[in-house]
T-cell receptor, first 114, second 116 residues
Framework: EAGVVQSPRYKIIEKKQPVAFWCNPISGHNTLYWYLQNLGQGPELLIRYENEEAVDDSQLPKDRFSAERLKGVDSTLKIQPAELGDSAVYLC????????????FGPGTRLTVL | AQKITQTQPGMFVQEKEAVTLDCTYDTSDQSYGLFWYKQPSSGEMIFLIYQGSYDEQNATEGRYSLNFQKARKSANLVISASQLGDSAMYFCAMREPYSSASKIIFGSGTRLSIRP
């Protein structure tokens, strides 16, 4: 069974440019998460989806970040415009209710803003 | 507010020795779940082991076991017979209360290095 897929793996952009990350969760997983991980720290939740509904986006900086999961499967996280402080790893995870809600993570996208 | 504390930023262990990674948590809820994840240099977070707050026995998964001491609010990860491939960052995490509607928070991690 395929795991969580993320693309791209690496992205380098200049500040003020837009950037988008894509995530495809494990097949059948109804819950999808986007996390931000700064160097040397644990992941921090940005947004959580239950199917196509964003049920927790309290930590998402809505002035520049947006996310969507239109058909309740794959998801896109966007930053526009990017700032220097956005340089980090963006992790996507998915889980299936009833399996201990264990989250399975993708490989992440490492973003560098110059 | 819920909180996860990992007090060991880094550890060095000789290959084949057992190692214990510390994790303490703070919660006012009776129902919660505790997780350990491994993050190698490749960046992917790998799920290792889970312990529910109502589970009476410590969780085990192969060489991994979770030393759950509820009264002390600790959930230490024990790796037996360490291997070179165990070198990675290890994160303790908690979901409180235990339901699909709650979010998971992570500690700051412990970097484990295995010496040959």
């Amino acid at each position: 069974e395929a795991g969580v897929v993320q693309s791209p793996r690496y992205k380098i952009i200049e500040k003020k440019q837009p950037v988008a990350f894509w995530c495809n969760p494990i097949s059948g997983h109804n819950t999808l998460y986007w996390y931000l991980q700064n160097l040397g720290q644990g992941p921090e939740l940005l947004i959580r989806y239950e199917n196509e509904e964003a049920v927790d986006d309290s930590q998402l900086p809505k002035d520049r970040f947006s996310a969507e999961r239109l058909k309740g499967v794959d998801s896109t996280l966007k930053i526009q415009p990017a700032e220097l402080g956005d340089s980090a790893v963006y992790l996507c995870a998915s889980s299936l209710e009833g399996e201990g809600d264990t989250q399975y993570f993708g490989p992440g996208t490492r973003l560098t803003v110059l | 507010a819920q909180k996860i504390t990992q007090t060991q930023p880094g550890m060095f262990v000789q290959e084949k020795e057992a190692v214990t990674l510390d994790c303490t948590y703070d919660t006012s809820d009776q129902s919660y779940g505790l997780f350990w994840y491994k993050q190698p240099s490749s960046g992917e977070m790998i799920f290792l082991i889970y312990q529910g707050s109502y589970d009476e026995q410590n969780a085990t998964e192969g060489r991994y076991s979770l030393n759950f001491q509820k009264a002390r609010k600790s959930a230490n990860l024990v790796i037996s017979a360490s291997q070179l491939g165990d070198s990675a960052m290890y994160f303790c995490a908690m979901r409180e209360p235990y339901s699909s509607a709650s979010k998971i928070i992570f500690g700051s991690g412990t970097r484990l290095s295995i010496r040959p």
